[in-house]
């Protein structure tokens, strides 16, 4: 027998859906727009990220109607909290993105040659982490989210190489300050993702499992 709580929730999660397809465009946008030094791609970071906050909303309302309701309670419920907590995070996400368009736009301006290398290994690394936060939450898959938080550790020694890389490139070169002190706050946002994904993760394994895995639990 169908439940009416059922639609309701496939509802929530298409809108969860919807909303980090967002987030990913946003964050392959932003960083296309850094390597390509393309001032259009960069600022269109922005537009996105308004679509992305458009869902947030729509998708606290659309839990706290459900909440209201329905009463769900034990896996329902985790669920929608869940939900709550993830939307929050994809949120950020699309804080993080633009705040690299910022940064981005910025290095334009400046024009000096960069070598972006290292942020690009590190961007693949978060949107991976991303990606993989997401599909498991399609696939109601805790096995599978349990690996994209031992990706977390990839990322955050990656963002620890580009601000030891940048701090030696400054001492060669006083010249290219700023734009290392760039490359070390977008090594610094996509760090952030990487953590925001993580913390996906660990809702997805609290939804489908009732583990609360966050500080070290178990």
Do not use: W
Request: proline share 1%.
């Amino acid at each position: 027998m169908e439940r009416n709580i059922d639609n309701q929730l496939e509802e929530l999660k298409k809108l969860m859906l919807e909303m980090g397809g967002y987030v990913e465009k946003a964050l392959a946008t932003a960083m296309e727009g850094l390597f390509k030094q393309d001032l259009n791609l960069l600022t269109s970071v922005h537009s996105i990220e308004k679509n992305v906050n458009e869902m947030q909303l729509k998708i606290d309302n659309a839990c706290l109607n459900v909440l209201a309701k329905q009463g769900p309670v034990a896996k329902d419920l985790r669920l929608i909290l869940s939900m709550i907590k993830m939307n929050t995070d994809l949120e950020r996400m699309g804080d993080q993105c633009v705040n690299m368009a910022y940064i981005g736009k910025d290095m334009v301006g400046r024009g000096q040659n960069v070598n972006f290398s290292d942020i690009e290994k590190m961007s693949l690394s978060a949107r991976a982490m991303v990606k993989g936060a997401l599909d498991c939450f399609v696939r109601l898959d805790s096995a599978a989210a349990e690996k994209i938080l031992k990706m977390d550790d990839d990322v955050d020694e990656l963002k620890n190489h580009v601000v030891k890389t940048s701090i030696a490139m400054i001492k060669q070169n006083p010249n290219l300050t700023e734009s290392c002190l760039d490359l070390i706050l977008i090594a610094r946002n996509l760090e952030r993702l990487g953590d925001h994904a993580t913390n996906i993760a660990e809702d997805v394994i609290f939804a489908f499992t009732g583990k609360d895995i966050r500080h070290g639990g178990s």
